[in-house]
Nanobody, 112 residues
Framework: QVQFVESGGGLVQPGGSLRLSCAAS????????LGWYRQAPGKQRELVAS???????NYADSVEGRFTISRHNAKNMVYLQMNSLKPEDTAAYYC??????WGQGTQVTVSS
C-alpha cells in the first residue's frame, strides 16, 4: 500500500505562490487517480484537485485557474502549484490515493 508524505507548505502573503510536493513510498504509475485535499480549522476536509494517470485534471471551483496539479510517475511524486493565494486558502494540505492512509499534511498559511 503506497503512502504519501507532503511538504512545501509555509507562510505566504496574499497573492503569493507555493509549490507543494508529495513523495510516494512506492510506485504511483498504476494508481489511477491522485488528489490534493485540504482542511481548514473548523471545516471539513475537501478535495482541491485530482489527476488521473492519463493526465486528466479536476479542480474545486474555489481554486480553478489558480492551482495546478501534476504528477511525475517516474519519480513517484505529485505536486500542487498554488498561485494567487488568498487567506481562505489557509489550511493543512494532504495528498492521497484511493487506498492510502491520510498523511500528516503540510500547513499553508496565507496572511499579511
Amino acid at each position: 500500500q503506497v503512502q504519501f508524505v507532503e511538504s512545501g507548505g509555509g507562510l505566504v502573503q496574499p497573492g503569493g505562490s507555493l509549490r507543494l510536493s508529495c513523495a510516494a513510498s512506492g510506485s504511483i504509475a498504476s494508481i489511477y487517480a491522485l488528489g490534493w485535499y485540504r482542511q481548514a480549522p473548523g471545516k471539513q476536509r475537501e478535495l482541491v484537485a485530482s489527476i488521473t494517470n492519463g493526465g486528466i485534471t479536476n479542480y474545486a471551483d474555489s481554486v480553478e485557474g489558480r492551482f495546478t496539479i501534476s504528477r511525475h510517475n517516474a519519480k513517484n511524486m505529485v505536486y500542487l502549484q498554488m498561485n494567487s493565494l488568498k487567506p481562505e486558502d489557509t489550511a493543512a494540505y494532504y495528498c492521497k490515493g484511493p487506498t492510502s492512509n491520510w498523511g500528516q499534511g503540510t500547513q499553508v498559511t496565507v496572511s499579511s
